[in-house]
C-alpha cells in the first residue's frame, strides 16, 4: 500500500452560517454529514483524509461563480475537485485550513460537439470516459487515456495536466486544449472557450490553468482537440533483454511506424508475475519469461496497413537482437488482456505489501541509465526489496515503485518498511535531478510533493509561480497548501 499520512486535526472554529450556499446550490446539493462527505475528503490511495465545513455542488458556472464569492465573504478556502482520483492529495482539504470542497461532478454537460473544426465543448465535470465515447459517437478521437478515465473527470485530468499511455503520439493535456471557461478567486468569469488553432492577441491565459491543480482558476468548461479515429490498430507485448535493448526498440519504433506509433509502455518481468497472481483470467503472453517487456501499440485512420508494418518492424527488432520474443494481439479479446498486463500494475502491488511510489521522468535516452543507477540504489538501501519500474517510456515517464520484500504479511513488517518512504524518495529524486528529470511527470505536485519542490525547482520559477498565485488569488482562497 501507501505511505500514512497524518491527518491534522482543526482547532475549534466558530460556526459559519451555510445557508447561503444553500441558496445558490439548492439545500441537497450542501453536503455536511461526515458519512456523506467522507468519499470527497478520502484520497484514493488513502495517504490524505480531509476535513472540510461541507461538500458544495454547483451545476453551472453561474453558480460556482456565487460559491466562490460568498465563501470568500464567510472567510473560507475552496478546494476544486473532479471524480477525486488524484494521487498527490491536490484535491484534499488538509485540516489546517477552513474550507469547502467544490466539487464540479454536476456540471457533466456536453456543450457542442463540432467535427468540422475537430473540437469538442464539455463541462469539467464530465467523465473522460464519456468524453472519449462521445469523440467516437462523432467519428473523431479525444486521445487522453488513463487507467482512471471511468471516474477521473476532465476538468481534473486539465487541472493535474494529465498524461497517459498516449502522450507519445498525442502529447499531454495541455496539448489537447484549446480553451477554457474559468471562475477565478473574485468570483469574476473568464470566458475563454476558443477554438482556434491559432491566435497570437496576447499571452495565452489557458496555459496559466492548465496544470495548476486548482491554485489559480476553477475550470468549469473547456474547448478539446478531437482527431481522426483510428479504423486499424495493432498491438504487440514484445520480450526485451534490458531497457537498453527496449529503447533501441523505441527509435526503430519511430522510424519505421512514424506517426502511427501511439504508444510504448515498459513493463517489468515482476510486474507481469504480479498481474497474473492477482487478476483472475490474467496470463503471460509469451511462452519463455523475460527480464522486461515492451507494450507496442500502431493505430491508424486507413483501414489496413498496420499489420504490416507491425510484423515488419518485429522481424527486424528480432533480427537485430532488440526483442526475443513477441506476439501480436489478433482479437479484441487479445488487445484487452495485453493492456491488462499493463493497466493493472497499479493495482496488484497493493496485494504485495507496502510499496514506496515515484512518479519520475527522465530524458528518454537516459531511462536505461537511470533505472540501473535507482535499482541498484533502493536494493542497497532496502536488501530484498522489490523494483516495479514500468510506465511511459516513449515520453520518458517512469513509475518508479519499490514493494517492500517479500515476508509473512505482517502488518509491523509493512510499517517498518513505509517508514523509509522519505529517504527512499530522496535518494531517488536525487538520481532523478543528476539526470536533468522531474520528480513530478504526470501526477502533479499537490500536498505529497509541496515540500519537496524548492529542492529541484528552479529558484526563478518558483518566485515567478508565486507572483502569479498573488496576482490571481491575492487572499490565498483557491486550494491553500497546494504545489506552493
Known sequence: ???????????????????????????????????????????????????????????????????????????????PQGGNTGLVGGQIPGGDIDAIVLSLTRMDRVREIDPLTDTMTVEAGLTLLKVQELAE????????????????????????????????????????????????ADGRVWHGLNKLRKDNTGYDLKDLFVGSEGTLGIVTAAVLKLFPRPRSRAIAFCAVATPAAALDLLMLAKRQAGSALTTFELVPR???????????????????????????????????????????????????????????????????????????????????????????????????QFLDEAIACVTAM??????????????GNIHFNVNQPAGSGDPAEKAAYLDQWDAMNAAVHAIVARHGGSISAEHGVGRLKRDLLPGFKDPVALDLMRAVKRAVDPDGLLNPGAVL
Not at 461541507?54 to 470568500?72: I, N, S
Not at 473523431?140 to 498516449?166: D, H, K, Q, V, Y
Not at 507481469?272 to 503471460?284: L, S, T, W
Not at 532496502?382 to 511511459?392: A, D, T
Request: some cysteine; proline content about 7%; charged content about 20%.
Open 1 to 79: 500500500m501507501s505511505k500514512p499520512v497524518a491527518v491534522t486535526t482543526p482547532t475549534a472554529r466558530p460556526a459559519v452560517d451555510l445557508g447561503g450556499f444553500a441558496a445558490i446550490v439548492g439545500a441537497r446539493h450542501v453536503v455536511t454529514a461526515p458519512a456523506d462527505m467522507e468519499p470527497h475528503l478520502r484520497e484514493a490511495r488513502d495517504l490524505y483524509q480531509g476535513v472540510a465545513r461541507a461538500v458544495v455542488k454547483p451545476a453551472t458556472t453561474e453558480e460556482v461563480a456565487a460559491v466562490v464569492r460568498h465563501a470568500r465573504q464567510l472567510g473560507l478556502a475552496v478546494v
Open 137 to 184: 459517437q462523432a467519428d473523431r478521437l479525444f486521445p487522453l487515456s488513463l487507467a482512471s478515465e471511468g471516474s477521473c473527470t476532465i476538468g481534473g485530468n486539465i487541472a493535474a495536466n494529465a498524461g497517459g499511455t498516449a502522450v507519445l503520439a498525442y502529447g499531454n493535456t495541455r496539448d489537447l486544449v484549446l480553451g477554457l471557461e474559468v471562475v477565478l
Open 270 to 368: 515482476i510486474g507481469v508475475e504480479f498481474v497474473v497472481k492477482h487478476i483472475p483470467g490474467a496470463r503471460d503472453p509469451l511462452s519463455d519469461a523475460a527480464p522486461w517487456y515492451v507494450l507496442l501499440e500502431l493505430s491508424s485512420p486507413a483501414e489496413s496497413g498496420l499489420d504490416e508494418i507491425m510484423e515488419g518492424l518485429l522481424e527486424a527488432a528480432i533480427e537485430g537482437g532488440l526483442v526475443t520474443d513477441a506476439a501480436i494481439a489478433a482479437s479484441l479479446d487479445q488487445r484487452a488482456a495485453f493492456w491488462t498486463l499493463r493497466e493493472a500494475l497499479s493495482e496488484v502491488q497493493k496485494h504485495e505489501g507496502g510499496s514506496i511510489k515515484h512518479d519520475v521522468s527522465v530524458p528518454v535516452a537516459l531511462i536505461p
Open 382 to 395: 532496502v536488501p530484498g526489496c522489490r523494483p516495479v519500474p514500468f510506465g511511459h517510456m516513449g515520453d
